[in-house]
């Protein structure tokens, strides 16, 4: 008998094998994929606890400080709208005629640059150009101006050693004063400060109220009395406090005195020579709370409070929701008050230092799409 030929039934078996062999390493590898997918983008809550002693953790991300340019380009997107057809008119132009001109002034005039400071502008703006330059490059003249407008650099709010530092606040009710307060209180708590609050605010209903649901947040002490009291009083015993306490940083709330109202300047007047009484040499900063959206009688404010107790600068609130953020050059160049702190945004972290450069770029669009 022959022997059997078994060639053909071992290459089926060999066939088979390799394809059952070949199948399960490919399921086997989607399977790992799959699980590979599902770890990374799961929480360390989802995940199944590893057995045998834990991985180290990995280090956190540090994290990423967003600009400020980047912040005021976001912030001023309403004024920028406001002005970009208008700048585009008129630094498009082949020549720099009055119609150029009338452009560009009301372009600023739309921004609530204001007419004082909108002729400043346009002054220097029609001088480089009788000098030769040409229409596309006068938008850089207007920037170097606009950075002149606001004036120099000015350092940031800061004890520098003066113990306690006092810091008084002032503006009209509505003007965001309150928020600007707590969000100052909560800035000062974050560097190491220990901040005291004086409401003096007493005319207002609920006024301390709201003062110490802000001095809670941000982890601050507050000194109030009852509602209808002597705001001078107030102040001297919120200082005297500091004093015994300890306190880096006061912060005074003060009534939201109309600028028509002569009677409430006056006393303003009182509560700060009540101040220099207890802190001699204090206020330390006196602070100007408007709101960016009311324009021009922002600007009128500013001159009212200014000639009622001598200001050192201007806190400019809710910068983000306006298409008026010129005022913020009105108030630089009629009254030449630094502007010292702006409201981009609903956040504690959004009262941000001012930065004059930023603000221009942003404004006029230097670095549009960036």
Do not use: C, Y
């Amino acid at each position: 008998m022959e022997p059997t030929d078994l060639s053909p039934a071992v290459d089926w078996v060999v066939l088979v094998v390799g394809v059952v062999l070949t199948a399960a390493v490919g399921l086997g590898l989607v399977a790992w994929r799959r699980s590979t997918r599902r770890v990374g983008s799961s929480s360390p809550a989802e995940l199944p606890a590893a057995s045998g002693p834990a991985a180290p953790a990995a280090p956190a991300l540090p994290a990423v400080e967003v600009g400020v340019g980047s912040l005021f380009r976001a912030a001023l997107f309403r004024t920028r709208d406001a002005l970009k057809s208008g700048f585009d008119v008129v630094f498009g132009r082949s020549v720099a005629d009055d119609g150029l001109f009338e452009a560009l002034e009301e372009t600023l005039l739309i921004a609530d640059v204001g007419v004082p400071t909108t002729q400043r502008l346009i002054g220097v703006v029609r001088g480089a150009a009788r000098a030769g330059v040409a229409p596309a490059a006068l938008r850089d003249r207007l920037r170097e101006e606009m950075r002149a407008v606001l004036g120099p650099a000015v350092p940031p709010l800061a004890p520098d050693g003066r113990r306690p530092f006092v810091v008084l606040i002032v503006g009209v009710n509505g003007s965001g004063k309150t928020t600007t307060i707590g969000k100052l209180a909560a800035r000062f708590g974050r560097e190491g400060h220990k901040v005291l609050l004086a409401a003096g605010d007493t005319f207002r209903a609920a006024a301390a109220d709201q003062l110490a649901i802000w001095a809670d947040r941000a982890g601050a002490d507050i000194v109030r009395h009852d509602e209808g009291a002597d705001p001078g009083a107030v102040v001297f015993d919120a200082l005297t406090a500091a004093k015994a306490r300890g306190v880096d940083v006061v912060i005074i709330d003060t009534a939201g005195r109309l600028q028509t109202k002569k009677p409430l300047m006056e006393q303003l007047g009182k509560v700060r020579r009540v101040i220099d009484k207890v802190v001699p040499g204090a206020p330390h900063e006196t602070l100007l709370v408007v709101d960016g959206t009311t324009g021009q009688n922002a600007v009128s404010q500013a001159h009212a409070f200014h000639a009622a107790t001598p200001l050192t600068g201007v806190v400019v609130t809710k910068l983000d929701g306006t298409a008026k953020g010129g005022v913020v050059l009105a108030i630089g160049a009629e009254l030449g008050l630094p502007v010292r702190l702006v409201g981009i945004g609903e956040k504690v972290e959004d009262l941000r230092d001012f930065d004059a450069s930023a603000f221009v770029d942003a404004l006029t669009l230097e670095r549009e799409g960036t």
